[in-house]
C-alpha cells in the first residue's frame, strides 16, 4: 500500500493465528484485526509456543504491528444475570491474557446490553467487570477498546456520554481506550455525511470523550439510514453513509496516527471485496487531496 494511512482489515484465523497477518500483507495492509478463537463459542483457546512464535515471525515478516483482536461477540459484561456475568469476566479475562501473550496492542469489546436492568445497571456491570479483570492479571498489556455501538435492543455504549462515563468509572487510562465505528455511531444518530457533520461529530467526540482516548477505528458503510439504532455493515460508498464522508476521516490529520480497520462485507455476488474496499478507502483521499488541491 502506498499511502501513510494506517489501514487494514479483519482477516481469518481459520488457517492459524498467523495467516491473518500474511492475509493483511496480502492485501497490501499495513494494519489487521482478527480473533483469537472461536467469536461464537465460549470454549476457550490455549495458545502453545508454536503458536505465538508463529504470530511473531509473521509480525517480523510482513513488518504489521498495528493489530488489534476481538472479543467473541457473546461476552456481556452489562447483564445482570450471575451466571452470563461470571462466564462473561472469565472469556474477557482469557482474552486479554491471551492477546498480551500475542503482543497484540488492542483488544476490541462491545460494552454489552443490559437486558432490562437499565442502563445504569448495565454501566455498573461493566465497569466491575472490566476492574476485575486488571485486578487479577498482572499479565495484560493489551489496551481494552470499547466500541461504540449502535444502540440496537438494550445495548449499552451508543452515546459518547455512556462511553466517557465507562472510561471515567473503570479510571484505568493506561490499559482502556476507545474504538469508534462508522457504522455504528450513524445507526446511533451521529451524522458524518457533510464535512460540517463530520466536523460537529469529531468534536462532539473530543469534548466527551477526548480524542486522545481513540486508538482505533472501523470503517464501515451502513444498509441502514441515520438513527436507525440497527447494526448492519454496508461495502463502502455502497450505504446510507457513502464515500465521502471516508474521506473525510483518512485526511483528517487528527486522525492519521490512528490505525483503521474495515469490517464490510466480505463477499459481494461472490467477488472478493476486500481488495476492492481497501481501494475505495484510498481512493477517498486521493480525491479529497485533488478536490483540496483545486479548491487551493
Known amino acids: 500500500m502506498n499511502s501513510p494511512i494506517i489501514l487494514g482489515a479483519h482477516f481469518s484465523i481459520s488457517k492459524g493465528l498467523e495467516n491473518a497477518i500474511y492475509q493483511a500483507n496480502k492485501y497490501g495492509c499495513n494494519a489487521c484485526q482478527l480473533f483469537t478463537k472461536s467469536s461464537q463459542s465460549w470454549k476457550e483457546k490455549e495458545l502453545t509456543d508454536k503458536e505465538i512464535l508463529l504470530f ?16 467473541s461477540y457473546l461476552i456481556n459484561p452489562a447483564t445482570d444475570d450471575k451466571q452470563k456475568q461470571s462466564i462473561s469476566y472469565n472469556a474477557l479475562l482469557k482474552e486479554m491474557i491471551r492477546s498480551s501473550m500475542l503482543n497484540i496492542p488492542y483488544v476490541v469489546l462491545h460494552p454489552g446490553a443490559h437486558t432490562g436492568a437499565g442502563v445504569e445497571k448495565g454501566i455498573q456491570n461493566i465497569v466491575e467487570t ?46 482502556t481506550g476507545v ?99 481497501i481501494k475505495r478507502i484510498i481512493d477517498t483521499k486521493i480525491q479529497s487531496n485533488k478536490d483540496t488541491k483545486q479548491q487551493s
Open 56 to 71: 511473531e515471525e509473521a509480525k517480523d515478516k510482513t513488518k504489521i504491528t498495528e493489530i488489534a483482536s476481538h472479543t
Open 130 to 175: 472490566i476492574k476485575k479483570v486488571f485486578d487479577n492479571s498482572d499479565k495484560i498489556t493489551a489496551k481494552l477498546l470499547l466500541e461504540t455501538t449502535a444502540g440496537q435492543g438494550t445495548g449499552i455504549g451508543h452515546t459518547f456520554e455512556q462511553i466517557a462515563e465507562l472510561l471515567q468509572k473503570t479510571d484505568n487510562p493506561q490499559l
Open 179 to 277: 474504538c469508534l465505528d462508522t457504522c455504528h455511531i450513524f445507526a446511533a444518530g451521529y451524522d458524518i455525511r457533510t464535512e460540517e457533520s463530520y466536523n460537529r461529530t469529531i468534536n462532539n467526540f473530543d469534548s466527551i470523550i477526548g480524542l486522545n482516548k481513540l486508538n482505533l477505528i472501523h470503517l464501515n458503510d451502513s444498509k441502514k439510514n441515520l438513527g436507525s439504532k440497527v447494526d448492519r455493515h454496508q461495502h463502502i460508498g455502497e450505504g446510507f453513509i457513502g464515500g465521502a464522508p471516508f474521506g473525510f476521516i483518512i485526511n483528517d490529520k487528527r486522525l492519521t496516527n490512528i490505525p483503521k480497520i474495515l469490517e464490510t462485507p466480505k463477499k459481494k455476488d461472490g467477488i472478493d471485496m476486500d481488495a476492492i474496499n
